[in-house]
């Protein structure tokens, strides 16, 4: 199974949430430049294993297992996710600290704040197997039920302690008791499930009973 992909010596991090903790097997960012000039970092973090790009196999059997992996990662129970976006207008590169702002965004960026962050987390307490397009098996949720969807940015901060080959940091949101570490690689501007990752990531679990 993908989500045990890594062990904690290996894996690019650590989460931990007000029920557990777990080692990230995925780290990932992707930096870009908003058109008012101020630089934004998006970065997606999992205990599931994901890349930057949605598999393209010419074999289908082997496409529609991969998709399937994609989905059980998202949707499996226990599953935890934390996006972050950092804002920046100031510096040459991220290393810094980026008090959180659930409110954060290009237009709070001004001298006497130039670096903000913003989070979101996903958590998924309790899914179920569930049968898509009649045969093939994966997890399906509750929303609101099974599922916590959560602005966690006010009160807390993230730190970027090394922007190298990798980039290193920390977060804590204390408010929420969601904190970790990463070390996350950074995917190509085009990269095709970053971009579905950084939108939601369990916005494709199946719904139970909806």
């Known amino acids: 199974m993908l989500w045990a992909f890594a062990g904690t010596a290996c894996a690019p991090g650590h989460i931990a949430w007000p029920t557990g903790d777990d080692a990230l097997r995925t780290a990932l ?3 870009r430049v908003d058109p008012s000039g101020i630089q934004v970092l998006t970065l997606v973090l999992s205990n ?22 994609i989905t059980t990662a998202a949707c499996r129970e226990n599953a935890r996710h934390v996006l972050v976006e950092l804002y920046r207008g100031d510096g040459t590169d991220w290393a810094g600290v980026y008090p ?4 954060a965004d290009r237009a709070l960026i001004a001298s006497s704040r130039p670096r903000l962050s913003n989070a979101s987390y996903y958590g998924i307490d309790e899914a179920e197997m569930v049968s898509v397009d009649g045969f093939v098996r994966t997890y399906g949720v509750r929303p ?22 990798r980039l290193r940091g920390r977060f804590e949101f204390p408010d ?21 990752l950084e ?3 369990v916005a494709g679990c199946p719904s139970i009973g909806g």
Request: include cysteine.
């Open 29 to 31: 960012y992707r930096p």
């Open 48 to 69: 599931g294993y994901f890349d930057c790009e949605l598999p393209s196999d010419p074999d289908p059997v082997v496409q529609t297992q991969a998709l399937l992996e």
């Open 100 to 103: 959180g702002d659930s409110h």
């Open 144 to 165: 609101g039920d099974d599922v916590q969807l959560l602005d966690i940015g006010d009160g807390g901060e993230v730190e970027i302690l090394d922007d190298g080959a």
């Open 176 to 196: 929420a008791d969601i904190s970790g570490s990463f070390r996350a690689l950074e995917c190509e501007p085009t990269a095709t499930l970053f971009t579905l």
């Open 199 to 201: 939108q939601s990531p």
